[in-house]
Structure formats: C-alpha cells, structure tokens
C-alpha cells in the first residue's frame, strides 16, 4: 500500500507514490491542461496502485473550510478555464480514501519542516519566488489557516526609491509579487532573469522587496526559519543580498536568530511541495484511522 501525493500547479501537476517511509517509488509530471484532461492522466497514472491514501497542495487561491460551499474548490484564478473548479471533489469521486488538502506553498512549507531545510523546528515560512510568489506557513506541524489561508506574494510593499517598474500583477499590480516575481526582471531590463549577470543593479531592488517581506513574515509570524525557493533562488548571491537588506532594514528591531540559519534556501530543490504533498496523506490516513 502507498501513499499518493499531487503537487498541482498552474503550469504542471507533479504527482508520486511513495511507502510508508515516504521514499518514493514513481513519479510524474503532467501539463495543466483543463481540468478533466488534467484529473484523466492523474487518475490513470495513481490508478497502477494500491493507495492507502491522497494527499493534495494545490495552487490557489483554495477553498479550506471544510463547513463552506467553496472547500476544495480553486477559486479566482488568472488559469484559463480553472476558475472555481471543484479538484477535491472530483478527485473524491475517483478515490474513496482520505485526501488531505492545502495550498501548494503550505505543502512545500511542510516538507521543508519535516524533511528539508527546516527539519527539527516547530515552525517554518516557506517563500517561493518565481512565475509568481507565494509564501506558506507551518506551525507546530501544521499549515496556518483562518477564514482562508495566507496569500503571502500580494502584500504590499514599500517602493524601492530608484524603481519605477509599474508592476506586472493582474490584482493588485505593484505588490510584492508584481514587483518581484520571475517576470518583473525582464519587464524592467528587457532580459530574462537567467542571463542577468549577477553585478547588475536590478539584483539589490529584488533582494530588497523580499527582504522587505520577509521582515513582514518575521513581525507576524515569528517563524523560527524562513526558507525561500523557486526559480528566481537559483542565483547563488541573491540570498547573500537578501540577508543584507533584511538585517539593514530590520535595523534590530527584532533579534532574529543568526541570519545564516534564519533565512535560508530550500532544503528539497523542487521537490518540497510534492514530499509535503505525501505527508499530507501520511496524515490524512493517521487522522482517519484515530
């Protein structure tokens, strides 16, 4: 018997299987296409296995309140053809098991607290900055949640002075994801982010949105490790620069654990929000089982 996990993306759903020790046996990724096509190539794929159970981090904006109408659908989404979709419930109608369910980045915050960067801490802001930016937080093993869940990539931010970039978020435009995800770098140099050499000055405006933010999550959550990931990260001295605005900014304000353990790169590279994703059903299975 397995464990099955989905890491469902706008762009692709990431989905494996794994034993009880969370190793996993096969994954996959399939294109988000619609979602019948989409849920078709899932089903077929989780169906070559005996599973125990389902874990879902889902990109959103979600419906998590188990006594609402909306719960397990994804809701206001700029994905073509997605908007209020019922992905829990359809998934609930191939599989009668448990289904564990939440964002995708409170999924990859929680493998990142479990098994990766974080891992022996009970609490944890995962940030990943990339197409988009979204942010999750976990706390004593468990995502944090009210009437919805936290949309960390669109608060707002205060302007770098020198940055006149309009902003590129369909919402809200200049919050910190329309200011500081993957498709603001070319919208202010006209060049892709991965061939930005890394002396360039558009570099310091990016490290000090997300550090700006990150001294956000710091004043609210007080996270004992914050852990940032997606494609924007994979430039090596960009972390270097977000610590050094975060503390300049921070002014120690908040003494924070030492910045090198406190802000720090992602412990699973592209993989934490599917190992998040088979500790949901881990837990969904124990859960139900109680």
């Known amino acids: 018997m397995y464990y099955g996990g989905i890491e469902a993306?706008?762009?692709?759903?990431v989905c494996a299987v794994s034993d009880?020790?969370?190793?996993i046996i096969d994954q996959i990724s399939i294109p988000t296409t619609t979602p019948i096509e989409t849920l078709r190539q899932v089903t077929q794929f989780f169906d070559q296995y005996p599973l125990i159970s389902l874990g879902v981090g889902s990109f959103g904006p979600i419906g998590i309140d188990p006594e609402k109408a909306e719960y397990g659908h994804i809701?206001?989404?700029p994905k073509k053809g997605w908007t209020n979709t019922d992905l829990l419930g359809m998934l609930k109608e191939q599989y009668a098991l448990p289904i564990g369910w939440t964002t995708d980045v409170n999924?990859?915050?929680l493998g990142e607290l479990k098994l990766g960067a974080a891992k022996e801490q009970n609490s944890c802001v995962y940030l990943t900055v990339g197409t988009g930016i979204g942010g999750g937080f976990v706390t004593n093993g468990q995502p944090f949640s009210g009437f919805s869940h936290p949309e960390m990539g669109h608060i707002h931010v205060k302007r770098h002075k020198e940055d006149t970039y309009a902003g590129g978020c369909p919402y809200h435009q200049d919050c910190l994801e329309g200011l500081a995800a993957g498709p603001?770098?070319?919208?202010?140099?006209g060049i892709e982010g991965t061939a930005i050499s890394a002396d360039h000055?558009?570099?310091?405006i990016q490290a000090y949105y997300i550090a700006q933010a990150l001294m956000t999550y710091?004043?609210?959550?007080s996270p004992e490790v914050i852990v940032l990931g997606g494609g924007v990260m994979n430039q090596p001295h960009l972390l270097h620069?977000?610590?050094a605005s975060f503390v300049e900014q921070m002014n120690s304000y908040v003494l924070t654990p030492p910045i090198e353990d406190y802000i720090v790169e992602w412990g699973l590279p592209n993989q934490s929000g599917i190992y998040g994703s088979l500790l949901l059903a881990k837990n969904a299975a124990k859960n139900t089982s109680e």
């Open 9 to 13: 993306g706008g762009t692709k759903f």
């Open 107 to 109: 999924a990859a915050a």
């Open 241 to 243: 620069q977000i610590r």
């Open 184 to 189: 603001s770098l070319k919208g202010r140099t």
């Open 201 to 204: 000055e558009i570099w310091a």
């Open 20 to 23: 009880g020790a969370l190793s």
């Open 75 to 77: 809701l206001t989404t």
């Open 218 to 221: 710091t004043l609210t959550f």
